[in-house]
């Protein structure tokens, strides 16, 4: 099976969720937070993969702007077409991300801002990481 992480942006808590899914650990650490893949690296519409999880389910993340239909129609489409049977589940993450996201990557440009972006990035990945961690759990147990 292919699990699919995907929001508009792609590029925060979608790999926050994959990077879960994929790491059986409690809390990740600043230090290794920031070295999620994929992670604060915004591109559109190009499918990354993680990793596998112990099930042997590839894990990949997406950022589709507000094309996500468009694009989960296109990719059952085309696997129809090619007769692929591999199973593909998407999964929303876009209900954690911050709606003023774009102006906080803008900000983190500017060498003066970035530590403290970097830390109110971190410290809202604290705040919902008990709600992230179930909305995973809840998804690798249907899996």
């Known amino acids: 099976?292919?699990?699919?992480?995907?929001s508009y942006y792609g590029c925060y808590f979608s790999p926050i969720c994959a990077y879960i899914h994929l790491n059986d650990k409690h809390k990740i650490e600043k230090e290794e937070f920031f070295k999620i893949?994929?992670?604060?690296?915004?591109d559109y519409g190009e499918i990354r993969f993680m990793?596998?999880?112990?099930?042997q389910n590839e894990v990949f993340v997406i950022?589709?702007?507000?094309?996500?239909?468009?694009?989960?129609?296109?990719?059952?489409?085309l696997m129809e077409i090619?007769?692929?049977?591999?199973?593909?589940?998407?999964?929303?993450?876009?209900h954690y991300d911050l709606k003023f996201f774009k102006l906080l990557m803008t900000l983190r440009k500017n060498p003066s801002l970035r530590k403290i972006v970097d830390n109110f990035l971190y410290s809202y990945y604290l705040?919902?990481?008990?709600?992230?961690?179930?909305?995973?759990?809840?998804?690798?147990?249907?899996?």
């Open 1 to 6: 099976m292919k699990v699919i992480y995907y």
């Open 37 to 42: 893949p994929y992670l604060l690296e915004i």
């Open 51 to 55: 990793g596998a999880d112990d099930n």
């Open 63 to 77: 950022g589709m702007k507000g094309f996500s239909e468009n694009i989960k129609r296109t990719l059952y489409g």
């Open 82 to 94: 090619f007769k692929i049977e591999d199973d593909v589940i998407f999964i929303d993450t876009s």
């Open 127 to 143: 705040l919902r990481y008990n709600d992230v961690r179930g909305f995973v759990e809840r998804y690798k147990k249907i899996l």
